[in-house]
C-alpha cells in the first residue's frame, strides 16, 4: 500500500520590484495552490501600497496568507513569522502547492534550513542596539559587530542594519553569540516537502528602471494616503513598519521638509541598495536554486 502524496511547495525568491509576485500567481492559478507572504514588510496592515504587496485584485484570482495580518505597532519577528507557517501548513490541505514568495533571505532559512531557537528579545534591548548603530555606514557597522562577535560577524555576507542590530542584541540579552544558537540542531519548516527553489534575477537596468517606475506610481497609488494613516498612530519610529522604504520620504513631504522629486529620488536610492544587499545575501545562501534571469 503506499503512502500519502509527497507535499510539495515553490520558493520564490528574489530582489524587490523583480517580478516575483507576478510570478507566484502565475504559479498558483497554473496549480490552484496558495501564496504565503515571505516578506518582513508585507505582513503589516495599512501600508499596502508602500511595501508592494500584492494588490485586491490579485489576491482575488488566488489565495493570499500571511500579508498585512500585523499591526504597525507590532514588532514582528521572523520567530513569529516561523510559527505562523508552521500553524498554515497544518491546516492546509495536504494536496495544495504552498508557494512561498518574498525577499526576506531570513524567512528563506527557516523553510529550508530551520529557525533558531533565540529566546524573545526585550524591545528595549533591540532599541539600544538600534541606537548603537544610527549614524554607521556599512564599513563601521561590520567593524563594531566584528569586536562584539566575531564569529557572527564571519556568517554575515553584508553587514546591513537589521542583521548587526539582530547579533548585538541577542549577545546583550543572553550573554551568548546569535552563532551558537544558529548552530543547534534545527529542521527547515518545509521538511519532507519536495522543493522547486527560485531566485528572480532580472538585468541590473531592468531592475532599476522597475525601481523607480515603482515610486512614481506609488505616489499617485495611495502610498501619501497610508503613510499619513500611520503617522496618525503616533507609532514609535524604531519599529520595523515605520523602517519601510517609503515612510519616511513621504512623511518628509507631507511635513513640508521635502519635495515630491527629492522624496521620490531617496526613496528609488534607498531601494537600489536594498536589492544590491538582498542579491548579495542570495549569491552566498541561494547559489544552488535555479537562477532565472527574467
Do not use: C
Not at 509576485?21 to 516578506?39: F, H, Q, Y
Not at 557572527?152 to 551558537?180: F, N
Not at 531566485?199 to 494616503?225: H, K, S, W
Amino acid at each position: 500500500m503506499s503512502g500519502a502524496p509527497q507535499r510539495r511547495a515553490v520558493l520564490i525568491a528574489g530582489p524587490t520590484a523583480s517580478g516575483k509576485s507576478a510570478l507566484a500567481l502565475t504559479r498558483a492559478k497554473e496549480t490552484g495552490g496558495l501564496i504565503v507572504n515571505t516578506d518582513a514588510m508585507q505582513v503589516y496592515d495599512v501600508l499596502r501600497v508602500v511595501t508592494a504587496r500584492p494588490s485586491i485584485a490579485d489576491e482575488a484570482e488566488a489565495e493570499h496568507r500571511l500579508y498585512g495580518f500585523v499591526s504597525p505597532a507590532e514588532r514582528f519577528s521572523t520567530g513569529a513569522w516561523a510559527s505562523a507557517v508552521e500553524k498554515l501548513i497544518q491546516e492546509t490541505d495536504p494536496a495544495h502547492t504552498l508557494i512561498f514568495v518574498g525577499g526576506t533571505g531570513l524567512y528563506f532559512e527557516a523553510l529550508t534550513n530551520g529557525f533558531a531557537e533565540v529566546p524573545a528579545i526585550p524591545a528595549e534591548i533591540v532599541a539600544e542596539a538600534e541606537k548603537e548603530i544610527q549614524g554607521l555606514d556599512a564599513e563601521n557597522r561590520a567593524r563594531l559587530v566584528a569586536e562584539r562577535d566575531p564569529e557572527i560577524a564571519r556568517r554575515l555576507p553584508a553587514p546591513d542594519p537589521q542583521r548587526v542590530v539582530r547579533a548585538l542584541a541577542v549577545l546583550k540579552a543572553t550573554g551568548r553569540s546569535l552563532a551558537s544558537y544558529q548552530d543547534a540542531a534545527q529542521t527547515g519548516l518545509l521538511e519532507g516537502f519536495e522543493l522547486e527553489r527560485l531566485v528572480l534575477n532580472p538585468d541590473r537596468d531592468v531592475l532599476r528602471a522597475r525601481i523607480a517606475q515603482r515610486f512614481e506610481t506609488m505616489f499617485t497609488g495611495g502610498a501619501v494616503e497610508e503613510v499619513e494613516a500611520v503617522m496618525a498612530m503616533d507609532l514609535d519610529p524604531a519599529l520595523p513598519a515605520m523602517k519601510a522604504i517609503g515612510v519616511r520620504e513621504i512623511a518628509d513631504v507631507i511635513a513640508g521638509r521635502m519635495d515630491e522629486v527629492e522624496a521620490i529620488e531617496r526613496a528609488v536610492i534607498a531601494t537600489r541598495q536594498y536589492a544590491k544587499r538582498q542579491r548579495t545575501w542570495m549569491r552566498n545562501r541561494m547559489s544552488d536554486w535555479t537562477w532565472i534571469a527574467a
